[in-house]
Structure formats: C-alpha cells, structure tokens
C-alpha cells in the first residue's frame, strides 16, 4: 500500500510495523560483506564477540532510532498543540489531585 509523506499510518500499522523490527533479524541468513576497521575486528575477537550477530544488533538499532525520528516528526506538531492545550486549560481533575 502506498501512502503519501503527509498520510499517517493507522495506530494498527505503526505497532505492527515497530513490532516487526523484532523480526527483522529473524529468518533466513544473507551472506554480505563488511568492511570494518582491523583494530575493531581485533577487538571484537579477542573478546569473542560474533561480529555478525553485533551487525544485525546495530543495524536494527539503528532501524529503530530512524523510524522512532521518522515517527516523531510526523507527529510534533499533533504534540505541540496537545501541550500548548494542556497548558492553557489544564488537565482532567487537575483539581482533585494531591501531587
């Protein structure tokens, strides 16, 4: 389905499509290569660390911080007029609170 920039996705699809990250690095494996520096790949094995699980982890890390970006310019406008509402006419039973 395609969408314009200024269309929003449903809630619905948004948790479906941040959920799916999950299973981004599950499934069937590609072989790639990678280039990364040789004193990072001498660290990384004399610490044992498997450099193609810690690719897969920062690439979905990654992933993640951009369509958490992407999700919050869509909606800092809706957020900043929620706020601006809050603080001109407070919040529902403001006045019964005792914190």
Request: proline share 2%; net charge neutral; hydrophobic share 40%.
């Amino acid at each position: 389905m395609s969408r314009s920039a200024s269309e929003k996705p449903s809630a619905e699809e948004a948790r479906g499509a941040y959920a799916a990250h999950a299973l981004l690095s599950e499934g069937h494996k590609k072989k790639m290569s990678l280039s990364i520096s040789e004193p990072l790949a001498e660290a990384a094995r004399q610490l044992d660390i498997n450099l193609s699980r810690a690719a897969e982890a920062g690439i979905l890390q990654e992933i993640k911080r951009r369509c958490d970006d992407a999700w919050l310019a869509r909606n800092r406008a809706a957020i900043a007029a929620y706020n601006e509402r809050i603080d001109r006419e407070g919040v529902f039973g403001e006045e019964h609170r005792s914190f």
